[in-house]
Nanobody, 128 residues
Framework: QVHLVESGGGLVQAGESLRLSCVVSGAVFSAYDIGWFRHAPGGEREFVAGISWSGAIIFYSDSVKGRFTISRDDAKHTVELQMKSLKPEDTAIYYC?????????????????????WGQGTQVTVSP
């Protein structure tokens, strides 16, 4: 079973940056696609970004495209989410997750039901 642990969340002001990390253990990290989702109070779980096992396929939601960058370091078993120009509407708990198979399309990466294993989440709060 894949074990995922997120870190890097915090309280920042609008316009500032944060870098989230997702450390993966319990499996062959390089074989797994990884997705980032977020869940804001009163809202539904929302896809943020996804990266394939090879790093060759990357997708972003329209709401973060151009501001967020997802990357992976297979040597460190880590997927990072660099977030810039943060907005108050980015406030949410951010989760990383791993699907049991491979995704090649946005529709696959963006569906939370595709993912079997989830981290505990890290809180990101952006003040105006």
């Amino acid at each position: 079973q894949v074990h995922l642990v997120e870190s890097g969340g915090g309280l920042v002001q609008a316009g500032e940056s944060l870098r989230l990390s997702c450390v993966v253990s319990g499996a062959v990290f390089s074989a797994y696609d990884i997705g980032w989702f977020r869940h804001a109070p009163g809202g539904e779980r929302e896809f943020v970004a996804g990266i394939s096992w090879s790093g060759a396929i990357i997708f972003y939601s329209d709401s973060v495209k151009g501001r967020f960058t997802i990357s992976r370091d297979d040597a460190k078993h880590t997927v990072e989410l660099q977030m810039k120009s943060l907005k108050p509407e980015d406030t949410a708990i951010y989760y990383c997750a791993a699907p049991p198979g491979h995704c090649t399309k946005y529709r696959c990466f963006s569906q939370s039901g595709v993912y079997d294993d989830w981290g505990q989440g890290t809180q990101v709060t952006v003040s105006p």
